[in-house]
């Protein structure tokens, strides 16, 4: 399942998510989005795991929880169109 994260900490790097997130499970990916030209986090990114109920625990808990300062937003990621 792939999972969004956003209202992230420009601080926060994909070690730091990929630690948190991998509480709940395995995770095979990790990716914070970049702003191409300044190189500066956009503040949100996705991670992927590939055990569903793991990832709907880890959305339910890590939904509004505090990271670095700021409130998640952690939910399903919508597919791309």
């Known amino acids: 399942m792939n999972i969004y994260f956003g209202n992230l900490s420009y ?3 994909e070690n730091d998510l990929q630690a948190v997130v991998e509480e709940y499970g395995e995770v095979t990916s990790c990716k914070i989005i970049k702003d191409r030209e300044t190189r500066r986090s956009k ?3 996705f991670v992927e795991m590939p055990d569903e109920d793991a990832a709907k625990k880890a959305i339910e808990e890590l ?3 505090e990271f670095d300062g700021r409130a998640m937003v952690v939910k399903e990621a919508n597919p791309r169109a």
């Open 11 to 13: 601080k926060v790097r």
């Open 43 to 45: 503040g949100f990114g």
């Open 63 to 65: 939904n509004g929880a």
